[in-house]
């Protein structure tokens, strides 16, 4: 249908990336959904079992810029509402920085905000105009917030992206498309344990809650998942 919207999600084989697949099938969106194996595709292809919307899965690691270059090349045609990068890693939270492995420290640190970065500046034309780039991002990002330790490159990494992604903005001032930087939360996930006090469903019901409350307001905002300003 003409007037059916699209969404990218990048990164939606598990938890909060499945999570906003089924969440945006829900409210009869086309979704494109990109898992990085074989065993994420299953679990996609599971959920368009059970979705009369419209699924398209996409295989995609987002640390290779060649797989990259053939998913815009497969997308190029058509346009984008949202274009939503979930995808990332949280290396060993316990581990402290200076007994990282520099392999390691670059793998999370590429995962989580170079590639986001690349990703995006391939796509954003792809967006339409008054279109929405979101970013999974992550309350622990913040440097004044972080009173307990823990996590410690993933915390950078997600401290990195942000400032990457205020660079992007920066360069692209005149843009009327809006760009979000998103906390999903403490969400019950692999990550997150159980003692979170959110599940999937909640958090990424705010998520899309708060991508449509923000639309066509351009700029860049740091946000959560309850639609509220967040201090970096």
Not at 124 to 140: C, E, F, N, Q, R
Not at 185 to 202: F, I, Q, S
Request: aromatic fraction near 6%; charge should be neutral.
């Amino acid at each position: 249908m003409a007037n059916r919207r699209r969404i990218l999600i990048v990164g939606a084989s598990r938890g909060l990336g499945l999570g906003l697949a089924k969440e945006y099938l829900a409210r009869g969106w086309d979704v494109v959904a990109t898992a990085r194996n074989e065993t994420g595709e299953a679990a996609l292809a599971v959920l368009a079992g059970e979705t009369s919307g419209t699924l398209s899965v996409e295989r995609l690691d987002i640390s290779r810029p060649d797989q990259v270059a053939a998913l815009h090349a497969r997308l190029a045609d058509g346009r984008l509402d949202v274009l939503f990068v979930n995808a990332g890693i949280a290396g060993d939270p316990d581990e402290p920085v200076e007994a990282v492995a520099t392999d390691e420290f670059q793998r999370v640190m590429t995962t989580n905000a170079l590639a986001p970065l690349r990703l995006v500046a391939s796509f954003w034309t792809l967006v339409k105009d008054k279109g929405t780039i979101a970013v999974m991002s992550s309350d622990m990002a913040s440097v004044g917030g972080n009173n307990g330790g823990g996590w410690e490159v993933y915390r950078a990494s997600k401290a990195a992206l942000n400032q990457l992604m205020r660079s992007f903005t920066a360069r692209h001032a005149a843009d009327g498309r809006t760009y979000l930087l998103m906390s999903p939360g403490w969400v019950r996930t692999d990550m997150g344990g159980g003692n979170a006090p959110l599940d999937v469903a909640t958090s990424v019901c705010g998520i899309a809650d708060t991508i449509a409350q923000r639309e066509g307001s351009g700029g860049l905002h740091f946000v959560n998942c309850l639609n509220k300003p967040i201090r970096w």
